[in-house]
T-cell receptor
């Protein structure tokens, strides 16, 4: 399968713990995105990378959240001191990066539950 | 006011029915428009792009009215397999050429025998 992959698929943690999620984009896709989806809502944009550069961050991304894409390939999203309100599905998407308007291909998501 | 508004449904329709979904968006700077489909507990997948001239893909027809900031999706001869949540999406180009997708809450469709 050459689609976007995410790991882990599910994560249960206790409030106050740190968690880290990984996203592997489609090979040779230069752009990588993180979104968050809560129950009954559509996905919300969190941040975007062009290769290793983080070019845009949503105001939704509080200082407890940090994302990296150190070599321009896989990306990690870390949440520090998790809160119950962080419970959501975290979706990663990638696109080729060749043009202005491109289809984003989503991974299966990581479901986070904070107890 | 949400940037993209949709009726959450659910729309319960019999197999073979025609069903229409509507969506409005508030940011006139939005540059492109899509419908995504999301099955329960799965990731969203692109259904189709939406153009002002209207576009059709098999049983699916999408239409954009930029003046009214209104997007529609029509599904003809609905199948059981069409049961899903349909997400209205607007796109804005970001610094560096990336795309910020803004999703509506989605409209849930249930097609019944």
């Amino acid at each position: 399968d050459t689609g976007v992959s995410q790991d882990p698929r599910h994560k249960i943690t206790k409030r106050g713990q740190n968690v880290t999620f990984r996203c592997d984009p489609i090979s040779e896709h230069n752009r990588l995105y993180w979104y968050r989806q809560t129950l009954g809502q559509g996905p919300e944009f969190l941040t975007y990378f062009q290769n290793e550069a983080q070019l845009e961050k949503s105001r939704l991304l509080s200082d407890r959240f940090s994302a990296e894409r150190p070599k321009g390939s896989f990306s990690t999203l870390e949440i520090q001191r998790t809160e119950q309100g962080d419970s959501a599905m975290y979706l990663c998407a990638s696109s080729p990066g060749a043009g202005g308007q491109e289809t984003q291909y989503f991974g299966p998501g990581t479901r986070l539950l904070v107890l | 006011r949400k940037e993209v508004e949709q009726d959450p449904g659910p729309f319960n329709v019999p197999e073979g029915a025609t069903v229409a979904f509507n969506c409005t968006y508030s940011n006139s700077a939005s540059q492109s428009f899509f419908w995504y489909r999301q099955d329960c507990r799965k990731e969203p997948k692109l259904l189709m792009s939406v153009y002002s001239s209207g576009n059709e893909d098999g049983r699916f027809t999408a239409q954009l009215n930029r003046a009214s900031q209104y997007i529609s999706l029509l599904i003809r001869d609905s199948k059981l397999s069409d049961s899903a949540t349909y997400l209205c999406v607007v796109n804005k180009i970001l610094t560096g050429g990336g795309n910020k997708l803004t999703f509506g809450t989605g409209t849930q469709l249930k097609v019944e025998l």
